[in-house]
């Protein structure tokens, strides 16, 4: 039972543009919920969170929306750049500063062209 | 800081044999997770570490796999008997537990090839 889901596991942009990319959780004591941008040969980077007291949280060009009813929260890079290409995974916890274990989907590779 | 450390990054093996992984976290983090990663799929939580106590383990981990962590420093992930379902990509994160977010950093990781 795969309780955080990412289900496009590519997406592709054009440079300047919006991408979005989205994740789908099924656990609802998740209260935490992150996202990291991992480049080959590297290790997950984090990249911005969000508590499920908000519905958004805005870091430079990446914001992202929660929305609770629906289990369902999406990350938002405007305007897209070539180096954002990379994976980007979405992770969910119970807790937050005393959190142990994350949950993480399989992946949505990004791909933004020049 | 230079982050978190993991050695070797490469590991190729026979199967049946024994290996060992080193990790080396963020000097400060008190806590230390590891986590497996195969092709196409996101990291699967293995066990994690606040200090030197481990304080959950996935049923993932058999009893093939040992952790240990015994200053609360650096950690060591030791799987014996290896099979070649056991081939991945092994993730070592830190985190400083009680601040804000308790952000896990990862390390480049292990990969292991298991023959």
């Known amino acids: 039972d795969q309780q955080v889901k990412q289900n496009s596991p590519s997406l592709s942009v054009q440079e300047g543009r919006i991408s979005i990319l989205n994740c789908d959780y099924t656990n609802s004591m998740f209260d935490y919920f992150l996202w990291y941008k991992k480049y080959p040969a590297e290790g997950p980077t984090f990249l911005i969170s969000i508590s499920s ?16 009813s629906a289990k369902h929260l999406s990350l938002h890079i405007v305007p897209s750049q070539p180096g954002d290409s990379a994976v980007y995974f979405c992770a969910a916890r119970v807790g937050t500063t005393n959190a142990g274990k994350s949950t993480f989907g399989d992946g949505t590779t990004l791909t933004v062209k020049p | 800081d ?4 993991q050695n070797p990054r490469h590991k190729i093996t026979k199967r049946g044999q024994n290996v060992t992984f080193r990790c080396d976290p963020i000097s400060e983090h008190n806590r230390l997770y590891w986590y497996r990663q195969t092709l196409g799929q996101g990291p699967e939580f293995l066990t994690y570490f606040q200090n030197e106590a481990q304080l959950e383990k996935s049923r993932l981990l058999s009893d093939r796999f040992s952790a240990e962590r015994p200053k609360g420093s ?8 290896t099979e070649q379902g056991d081939s991945a990509m092994y993730l070592c994160a830190s985190s400083l537990a009680g601040t804000g977010g308790n952000i ?11 023959l």
């Open chain 1, 53 to 68: 007291i908000k519905d958004k949280n805005e870091d430079g060009r990446f914001t992202v929306f929660l929305n609770k």
């Open chain 2, 2 to 5: 230079t982050g978190v450390s």
């Open chain 2, 74 to 81: 650096f950690s060591t992930l030791e799987i014996q008997r």
């Open chain 2, 104 to 114: 896990q950093y990862f390390g480049a990781g292990t990969r292991l090839s298991v």
